[in-house]
């Protein structure tokens, strides 16, 4: 992963900084209970992972003030901020978040680059920005110790995705395509590489592409020029996963494709097609599979309001981020940002709907183990879970 605040998002944030040092004092502890939600909403592959993230935070917040609220009857207020898939706008809209009275922490963006625009200017405020989807494991190390991820980090499901695909799969010769524009990616390609090499797997064809290509051909043609290529690893975000999958089937290259959480969208189904949508394994975060306790009440929960399955782990980490920023808020007995910021960093056993979080002395990265989905007859299937020995 890419150890500096990328683009736009650095300019932005650089510019917004000493602003967010200015800000009024906190409220006190009365009247609801503030968190900010920023999301891709409205733009780009990326709301097809926010837009269920931000359902799923709506839920929780909405089951918590139904059951009473926090500390003596005080209800949470979410305020949502479309962050429209553009990270001068996220970083505007992180401004906007911490000038918000008595905000007692941030939560959203579902990949790493976005938490990289808004996550700085809460650390400057010093309110903690929970992200509920972003994986890049240093992202605490590049922001500070303001910074929490909800979900496991990129080495663990790229490491976890490498050792299914050595040991169950069978696969010794891959080939990895990787999305040159986008920190997710190039730290999940890192990650695979170094995990399937060290199993003894070999990775014998290296491409690149760009989160804006259409066209796959060049790649799908080298890929074909290449000998003894076991499977693709394909680094993908939602915008492209889709298209991968279509262009390769359509080609006839029936191997088989890996990827990470950037594939759990619908978007692997509906651009491909059902009959082509096949032979593709993903990892994601690891509620799919488990039909009791926290993950079968959220499903039944979301099903009730939305009118659907949640439709995709995103959801669950929206909801699981929320219950995190609650457990701190009632542990502290107070929602005053330090004190939850405090609270969130000695989390030792939150049960959330996509695992356990514990956060290691010092660290605020989850360790929890990968479900493995495989796409085929036009559905996601749960495999297994996997929580990776390297």
Same mark, same amino acid.
């Given at each position: 992963m890419r150890n500096w605040i990328s683009g736009a998002a650095a300019i932005a944030a650089a510019a917004l900084l000493s602003a967010a040092s200015t800000l009024p004092a906190?409220?006190?502890d009365t009247g609801p209970i503030n968190i900010a939600a920023l999301y891709n909403l409205t733009s780009g592959g990326l709301s097809s992972l926010d837009a269920p993230s931000f359902n799923g935070a709506k839920l929780k917040a909405k089951m918590i003030n139904e059951a009473g609220g926090l500390l003596g009857g005080r209800m949470i207020e979410l305020t949502a901020i479309d962050t429209k898939n553009d990270t001068r706008e996220t970083a505007t809209a992180a401004q906007r978040a911490v000038a918000i009275p008595g905000l007692s922490a941030g939560i959203g963006q579902s990949d790493s680059t976005f938490a990289l625009a808004a996550a700085p200017l809460f650390q400057t405020a010093g309110i903690a920005f929970v992200t509920s989807g972003a994986t890049a494991p240093d992202l605490p190390e590049m922001v500070g110790d303001k910074m929490f991820l909800v979900p496991f980090g990129d080495d663990v499901q790229a490491h976890a995705m490498a050792e299914y695909a050595y040991g169950t799969l069978g696969l010794r010769n891959v080939a990895v395509w990787t999305d040159n524009a986008m920190d997710y990616t190039t730290g999940?390609?890192?990650?695979?590489?170094?995990?399937?090499?060290?199993?003894?797997?070999?990775?014998?064809l290296e491409?690149?592409?760009?989160?804006?290509?259409?066209?796959?051909?060049?790649?799908?043609?080298?890929?074909?020029?290449?000998?003894?290529?076991?499977?693709? =690893? %394909?680094?993908? +975000?939602? !915008?492209?996963? *889709?298209?991968?999958?279509?262009?390769?089937?359509? &080609? #006839?290259?029936?191997? /088989?494709?890996?990827?990470?959480?950037?594939?759990?969208?619908?978007?692997?189904?509906?651009?491909?097609?059902?009959?082509?949508?096949?032979?593709?394994?993903?990892?994601?975060?690891?509620?799919?599979?488990?039909?009791?306790?926290?993950?079968?009440?959220?499903?039944?929960?979301?099903?009730?309001?939305?009118?659907?399955?949640?439709?995709?782990? =995103? %959801?669950?980490? +929206?909801? !699981?981020?929320? *219950?995190?920023?609650?457990?701190?808020?009632?542990? &502290? #007995?107070?929602?005053? /940002?330090?004190?939850?910021?405090?609270?969130?960093?000695?989390?030792?056993?939150?049960?959330?709907?996509?695992?356990?979080?514990?956060?290691?002395?010092?660290?605020?990265?989850p360790t929890k183990p990968v479900a493995i989905i495989k796409v085929g007859e036009g559905k996601m299937n749960f495999e297994t879970t996997v929580t990776p020995k390297g």
């Open positions: 906190r409220a006190q999940l390609s890192r990650y695979f590489t170094e995990r399937f090499t060290e199993l003894g797997g070999k990775v014998v491409d690149v592409y760009m989160t804006t290509d259409q066209d796959f051909s060049a790649l799908v043609s080298r890929l074909q020029s290449t000998e003894g290529v076991d499977a693709i =690893f %394909a680094s993908s +975000g939602p !915008d492209t996963a *889709g298209i991968i999958v279509k262009q390769l089937r359509e &080609a #006839g290259v029936a191997l /088989p494709i890996l990827a990470g959480d950037g594939f759990d969208t619908d978007l692997v189904l509906s651009v491909p097609g059902e009959a082509l949508a096949k032979d593709v394994y993903f990892t994601t975060h690891a509620y799919a599979g488990i039909e009791t306790g926290p993950a079968q009440e959220f499903r039944t929960a979301y099903q009730a309001d939305y009118g659907t399955p949640p439709e995709n782990a =995103f %959801a669950a980490l +929206g909801y !699981d981020a929320v *219950g995190l920023v609650a457990d701190a808020i009632t542990r &502290a #007995g107070t929602s005053e /940002p330090a004190a939850v910021a405090k609270a969130l960093a000695e989390t030792k056993g939150f049960e959330g709907v996509t695992g356990t979080i514990v956060y290691p002395e010092g660290g605020r990265v």
